[in-house]
């Protein structure tokens, strides 16, 4: 047409494909482009959208080191039948619904605040969050928390909900410093009265065997069997 519009109709359809003077185009059905065929945006090919034939691989490309935006209050990442999500992106949270795997020297941010937080456990729930705040970060929780073996999924340690830590193998270090300025310290063996004690208020380390002390050493040096 030469009065600044292109019309493609079918008989008794009208505008199956509209053309206006600005260029701007108006399909009335589906647009279907073939294998390998691109939709192409920006004069210099900054992005576009495929699918490649020959991997299966179908693909959201934005090219010349252009950032790409996706932009919604809510987005999320589904599955193929689009009836289970793997990632739900708000305005103040990211949750992943199944096992997620993170990669070496992953990095989490907050723009929002001065926190970020990753939390480990059920929507809407954590039992075990990662998190820094503006000054110090750290684990925190509210259930027992594990580490396991690699090699074979078994506890290394367990830290428990009263703060008592076990673990499975041996402790090894030059210089092991116990800190509690109000009660005494406790050393057993597991499940017996058998170890070591020392008393905060007076200085004394007390050796016990089956309940009884068997050695004290006081706070001046003097040994008592």
């Given at each position: 047409r030469n009065d600044g519009y292109f019309l493609l109709g079918r008989s008794g359809v009208s505008n199956d494909f509209y053309l206006d003077a600005s260029g701007n185009a108006t399909f009335g059905g589906n647009v279907?482009?073939?294998?390998?065929?691109?939709?192409?945006?920006?004069?210099?090919?900054?992005?576009?959208?495929?699918?490649?034939?020959?991997?299966?691989?179908?693909?959201?490309?934005?090219?010349?080191?252009?950032?790409?935006?996706?932009?919604?209050?809510?987005?999320?990442?589904?599955?193929?039948?689009?009836?289970?999500?793997?990632l739900v992106l708000?305005?103040?949270?990211?949750?992943?619904?199944?096992?997620?795997?993170?990669?070496?020297?992953?990095?989490?941010?907050?723009?929002q605040?001065?926190?970020?937080?990753?939390?480990?456990?059920?929507?809407?729930?954590?039992?075990?969050?990662?998190?820094?705040?503006?000054?110090?970060?750290?684990?925190?929780?509210?259930?027992?928390?594990?580490?396991?073996?690699?090699?074979?999924?078994?506890?290394?340690?367990?830290?428990d909900t009263s703060n008592n830590a076990t673990f499975a193998g041996t402790i090894q270090s030059d210089d092991i410093t116990i800190v509690d300025g109000s009660n005494d310290v406790n050393l057993y063996l597991a499940n017996t009265s058998y170890g070591l004690q020392l008393d905060v208020s007076s200085g004394n380390m007390f050796f016990r065997t089956n309940g009884a002390t068997r050695l004290t050493i006081a706070n001046s040096g003097a040994a008592t069997f």
């Open positions: 279907s482009l073939g294998d390998n065929k691109e939709l192409i945006f920006g004069a210099a090919t900054d992005f576009k959208i495929y699918h490649n034939s020959t991997t299966n691989v179908n693909h959201v490309s934005s090219q010349l080191d252009r950032q790409l935006s996706i932009n919604g209050n809510i987005i999320n990442l589904t599955n193929q039948a689009n009836t289970a999500s793997y708000n305005s103040t949270s990211a949750t992943f619904l199944n096992n997620a795997s993170f990669g070496q020297y992953t990095t989490m941010r907050s723009s605040t001065e926190y970020a937080y990753l939390n480990l456990g059920a929507t809407g729930t954590y039992g075990w969050q990662i998190g820094k705040g503006p000054s110090s970060g750290g684990v925190v929780g509210n259930e027992s928390f594990y580490l396991y073996n690699f090699a074979d999924t078994s506890v290394a340690l367990e830290v």
